[in-house]
């Protein structure tokens, strides 16, 4: 069982940045891909940006592309994400995912085995 553990959420004006990080549980972190998805209230869970194993391959959605940043450290089991520039259209549940099947980076919420439980982010314009 992989638990995974979301903090650095929370109130920013629009323009801000936060970085969330991602804390995994065990050492098999290291062999398989990350991902970050984001759930605004009355959305579905859409997809922010995915890393793979390696931390070599990264890809984003369009929304956040040039302000966003996904990158690991594989001896801490922590994936984090750089946010920059934030929008209040950002403001959302944001989730930490394992895709630990997948080496390669996945942008799609079916290639994901384990999640976190969330940390809010909320921009204020």
């Known amino acids: 069982q992989v638990q995974l553990l979301e903090s650095g959420g929370g109130l920013v004006q629009a323009g801000g940045s936060l970085r969330l990080s991602c804390a995994a549980s065990r050492r098999t972190f290291s062999s398989g891909a990350m991902g970050w998805f984001r759930q605004a209230p009355g959305k579905e869970r859409d997809f922010v940006a995915g890393i793979s194993w390696s931390g070599g391959s990264t890809y984003y959605a369009d929304s956040v592309k040039g302000r966003f940043t996904i990158f690991r450290d594989n001896a801490k089991n922590t994936v984090y994400l750089q946010m920059n520039s934030l929008k209040p259209e950002d403001t959302a549940v944001y989730y930490c995912?394992?895709?630990?099947?997948?080496?390669?980076?996945?942008?799609?919420?079916?290639?994901?085995?384990?999640w976190g439980q969330g940390t809010q982010v909320t921009v204020s314009s």
């Open positions: 995912a394992a895709a630990l099947s997948y080496a390669s980076a996945r942008r799609s919420v079916e290639d994901y085995d384990y």
